[in-house]
């Protein structure tokens, strides 16, 4: 049910998405995106033009467990379980609403949120099952060198060295939180946790790690390419099939509890 309004009700959505078939979150010409097919649901269900705000831009065929996009609203959203359901009645099935969330009036989906996780899986023993969310290398990295990389790069803030090259952006500083990799048998993930993420940086960062633990690049050279901050001189970008976006955090404040 909905409730006409003077003002506009902003609201987030919590979703999630295997980015397989699509051509990244972004809407654009000519391609298929995710942020494209949710406006036309919210459209249709809310009947009335609503364009969302992802808290970032997965690039092409990378997933998210975890996403949020703001909207607004010029009607209450009253039964927000109905809503959810009714919009993944109109979805593909790789695309789910989890939960709608009436949020602050000056709430942003990309601007507050105040930390992002992102895992990188890889297997390096071929499986019929899952290949289609985990990067297959044929030799077993080093662990142990891996996780000092994870050291050295908690160390620094500008992480130009592991952009996209030509981004529109204003500086190359993120604050990491957290970095590390675990291994379980054959699968080996990478967790990392920032304030921000540049474009293509932790598929660049996994590339660049992955050249240490297979002995290609020392620790005092990986330094050196985050210090020297030329893109070129960083690893290969790994594929975007292995990448999740993970967990997405705001401050508590910025959810308005239902009356």
Known sequence: MLILN??????FIKLAYDGSRYHGWQQQHN??????LVNEALSTVLRQAVKVTG????DAGVHAAEFYAHFDCNSTIENKETTAYNLNSLLPDDIVIHQIIKVKEDAHARFSAVRRTYKYYINTCRTPFGKEYEFFMHRSPDIALMNHACEILMEYKDFSCFSK????VNNFFCTIFEAGWQQSESRYVFMISANRFLRNMVRAIVGTML???LHKTDLNEFRNIIEKG???DAGMSVAAKGLFLTRVEYPEDLFEKDE
């Open 6 to 11: 003077n003002m506009p009700q902003r609201y």
């Open 31 to 36: 391609a298929l995106s995710i942020e494209h």
């Open 55 to 58: 808290c970032g831009r997965t």
């Open 165 to 168: 090259s030509h981004t529109q």
């Open 211 to 213: 050249d240490v633990g």
């Open 230 to 232: 030329s893109r070129s």
